[in-house]
Structure formats: structure tokens, C-alpha cells
């Protein structure tokens, strides 16, 4: 499967974006995916992930109650909601996907080329 994901950009604390990553190739329901992303000089950190069976959700604490992963089998897209931005939100974001549930570690065969994120005053 490919994955290319699009919707970053500057935006001011408190504010709202939406990321979207687009899946092409084998059936997108066989996948389950996730949300990771990378700030500068940090390793890349686990964000959000949802079952390809049950739709069911994960987030990172950090991002809890602020951002919120959905898919749509029929179009083959992920998107991740995220609100109240804050500045240490600032990363790329990669999309990813695994047919087998990979949960929290980075372990996902598939991987986006990344959307950056700026959250700025």
C-alpha cells in the first residue's frame, strides 16, 4: 500500500487542522493505521492508531481529548483531527499502516512521506 498524507502547515496556538492521508494499492480495510510524528532533534513519536476490525481508537496521552483519528473504507483515507494546537504539536506527521496491529510501536510496514506541522505565534 502507498500513503500520502497532506494537510500541514502554520497555524497559531489554538488553533485547528486536519490531516488526511490518502491510501492506494491493496484493499485499505485490510490495514490498520496510525499517526506518528517527528520533531526536530526528537525521535518520532506515536500520536494515534485505529483497528482496521472495530474502528476502535488510541492516542498518546499527550494528545488525548485534543486530536481525533477516523477512516472511511470507501474513500481509503485516515484523517486526524487536531485541536487546541499547541506549540510542542510541532512535528511531521507521518501516516502508517500495518495489517497486523502494531498498537503504539513503531513498527508499521507502510509509511507516508510526511506533512509538516508549525504551530506559532
Known amino acids: 500500500v502507498q500513503l500520502q498524507a497532506s494537510g500541514g502547515g502554520l497555524v497559531q496556538p489554538g488553533d485547528s487542522l486536519r490531516l488526511s492521508c490518502a491510501a492506494s494499492?491493496?484493499?485499505?480495510?485490510?490495514?490498520?493505521m496510525a499517526w506518528f510524528r517527528q520533531a526536530l532533534g526528537k525521535e518520532r513519536a506515536f500520536v494515534a492508531a485505529i483497528r482496521r476490525s472495530t474502528g476502535s481508537t488510541y492516542y498518546d496521552d499527550s494528545v488525548k481529548g485534543r486530536f481525533t483519528m477516523s477512516r472511511d473504507n470507501t474513500k481509503n483515507t485516515v484523517s486526524l483531527q487536531m485541536n487546541s494546537l499547541k506549540p510542542e504539536d510541532t512535528a511531521v506527521y507521518y501516516c502508517a499502516a500495518d495489517e497486523f496491529w502494531a498498537g503504539s510501536r513503531d513498527e508499521y510496514d507502510y509509511w507516508g512521506q510526511g506533512t509538516l506541522v508549525t504551530v506559532s505565534s
Open positions: 494499492g491493496r484493499s485499505f480495510s485490510h490495514y490498520n
